[in-house]
């Protein structure tokens, strides 16, 4: 039994969704099979065309009370996740994509944490991620975080030593609310709201896994339509507001999502492509284009490009 309109509710769990018909029941039935009282969820069609508006009327009128949906018109999946945000109840927020589960038994976790950490107002949780091969692997949640913000910044963005994203990141609605999804990125928009949160809240974590995050072609895709311009606004939009002192950080990162840009060009044939995204990279932070991680990265994708090539 899940929370009635007039009931006070802990946790709201926010899943945007535009034609993923085929997995959203998956991430749906996820959340509702372990639903508390304290709890509600939220499912956003963001303007689906496919079966979507038929699978959420048939769950709302089978999970009621405790599911709710909302409909508008395309407008990306960072104006979905601020509409969910709008709608939601809850004193936290979690945010799940359509095409991953909750595991069971997160909700529990979840609100335990918050009881036995009452001044956190950022959770992070373990998730594991599985690739189409079927292989898993689990991520925990960082054992301790850096004292200093730019250090925290650091270890998101560059080191690795931080891993956030949706389903496995608990925030207070209010820090959302001061600081919701760019809604003029079409991806990436979790990274800017997520580094903007080392500056906010004090974190707390959970050791147990809570979201199987699914990889497939859809998830690597957005990167590949990344342009120049886009780029440059996700970049722009995750130092907005940051301390002066975490500038230097911006030129590494930058020259490292270029780098990612450049090897997938590379992968894909589009070679004129590859060398402005390599260009751009070198001019952002030359020491990152050339240093021995980023060069065997480099040297794989051009290999694959050549045999491409050879090939056709």
């Known amino acids: 039994m899940a929370a009635d309109a007039g009931e006070s509710v802990r946790l709201s769990v926010v899943i945007p969704a535009y034609n993923y018909a085929h997995l959203l029941r998956r991430a749906v039935d ?50 979905a996740r601020n509409a969910g945000l709008r709608l939601s109840r809850g004193d936290y ?32 949780g373990g998730r594991v991620t599985r690739r189409a091969d079927g292989r898993e692997k689990y991520h925990p949640p960082p054992a301790a975080l850096a004292p200093d913000l730019c ?20 925030v207070r609605r209010e820090l959302i ?29 959970i050791a147990q896994p809570l979201v199987r995050i699914h990889k497939h072609a859809d998830s690597l895709r957005h990167l590949a339509r990344d342009s120049d311009g886009r780029m440059a606004l996700l970049i722009d939009e995750i130092f907005r507001g940051l301390p002066a002192s975490c500038e230097r950080i911006r030129g590494a990162y930058a020259a490292r999502r270029y780098l990612s840009l450049f090897r997938i060009a590379l992968r894909q044939g589009a070679y004129r492509r590859a060398g402005r995204h390599w260009r751009e990279a070198v001019r952002q932070d030359a020491r990152q284009a050339f240093a021995l991680r980023q060069f065997r990265k480099n040297l794989k994708a051009v290999l694959a490009g050549l045999l491409r090539r050879k090939a056709a």
């Open 177 to 205: 609310a001061r600081r919701p999804y760019p809604e003029s990125l079409r991806g990436g928009e979790d990274i800017p709201v997520f580094a903007h949160l080392f500056a906010q809240g004090e974190f707390g974590t």
């Open 93 to 124: 927020l979690l945010f799940l994509d359509a095409d991953d589960e909750l595991l069971p038994g997160a909700l529990d976790a979840v609100c335990a944490a918050v009881q036995a950490q009452p001044r956190a107002s950022v959770f992070l």
């Open 151 to 170: 250090e925290r910044l650091a270890d998101y963005l560059l080191r690795k030593k931080i891993g956030m994203g949706h389903g496995s990141t608990i």
């Open 30 to 79: 996820s959340v509702m099979a372990q639903l508390r009282p304290d709890c509600e969820l939220l499912v956003v069609d963001d303007g689906s065309t496919d079966a979507t508006p038929q699978l959420l009327a048939e769950a709302e009128a089978l999970h009621r009370p405790g599911f709710r949906h909302l409909r508008q018109d395309n407008a990306g999946a960072a104006a």
